[in-house]
C-alpha cells in the first residue's frame, strides 16, 4: 500500500471514529475536536520515560487519566488509560484546542479537584473509586441538564468526548474494540450477536 493510501486509510479510519463518538453522545462533536482528528493529532509514541505532557501539569495529566479510565474501564479489552488516552487529550488541548476551550479544559479539572474537596475533604485522586464515580455521575447528570439548556458546553461532556475520540482512534479501539475490518470479506447479513461479542466497524 502507498504512502498516500495508507493516508487516507487513516483517515477513513478517523472519521468513523469521529462519527461513532457523535452517536455514543447523542449529538454533534465540537469544532476543534473534529479539526485536530482530522489533521493527525494524536499522543506521540515515545517510551513512558521519554515522553512529557505539553498542555497539562503531570497532576492534570493523572487526573485525566483516571476520570478517562472511569469513562472506558479495562475490561476484555484495554481501558482509556492502557490505550494513552490521556496523552491524546494533552496532545489536543496543546495542539487544536483555542486558548478559551484550553482554559475551560482546566477550570473544569480543577472543579473536579474541589468538589472532591468539598463532599469529601481531600483531592480527587485520592479519594475511593466510589467516591469518584458518584461525583463523576453528578458531573454527568449536569452536562446532560446544560445541553437541555443549551448551555455553553460542560467540562465532563467535552471530557467524554475527548476520551471517546481518543480511544477509538487509538490501535486497541479500533481493532480490538470495534473490531475493524479495513477490508471485508463475504457479506453476511445476519450474524447473531453472541457470535461476534460487539459492535464491527466497517
Not at 465540537?30 to 505539553?54: K, M, N, Y
Not at 476520570?67 to 474501564?73: G, K, R, V
Not at 473509586?129 to 453528578?138: M, N, V, Y
Request: hydrophobic share 40%; glycine share 8%.
Amino acid at each position: 500500500m502507498t504512502q498516500t493510501s495508507n493516508d487516507a486509510q487513516r483517515g477513513i479510519d478517523r472519521r468513523e471514529a469521529l462519527r461513532r463518538a457523535a452517536l455514543v453522545l447523542g449529538g454533534a462533536l465540537s469544532t476543534s475536536t473534529i479539526a485536530g482528528v482530522l489533521a493527525g493529532c494524536e499522543a506521540r509514541r515515545t517510551p513512558d520515560g521519554a515522553w512529557t505532557p505539553r498542555a497539562l501539569t503531570v497532576d492534570q495529566l493523572d487526573l485525566v487519566a483516571t476520570i478517562a479510565e472511569h469513562i472506558l474501564p479495562e475490561t476484555d479489552s484495554p481501558g482509556a488509560r492502557a490505550v494513552g488516552v490521556h496523552r491524546f487529550i494533552d496532545a489536543m488541548l496543546a495542539d487544536s484546542s483555542p486558548d478559551e476551550e484550553r482554559r475551560r479544559f482546566l477550570a473544569g479539572l480543577a472543579d473536579v479537584d474541589a468538589r472532591a474537596q468539598r463532599s469529601h475533604g481531600r483531592g480527587f485522586l485520592r479519594c475511593a473509586t466510589h467516591e469518584q464515580r458518584s461525583l463523576l455521575d453528578q458531573l454527568d447528570r449536569e452536562a446532560f441538564a446544560a445541553a437541555l439548556d443549551r448551555a455553553a458546553t460542560p467540562f465532563f461532556r467535552t471530557m467524554k468526548e475527548l476520551t471517546l475520540v481518543g480511544y477509538y482512534t487509538s490501535e486497541a479501539g479500533a481493532v480490538r474494540e470495534l473490531r475493524h475490518a479495513p477490508v471485508p470479506g463475504r457479506f453476511e447479513g445476519c450474524v447473531p450477536l453472541d457470535q461476534i461479542g460487539r459492535t464491527w466497524a466497517v
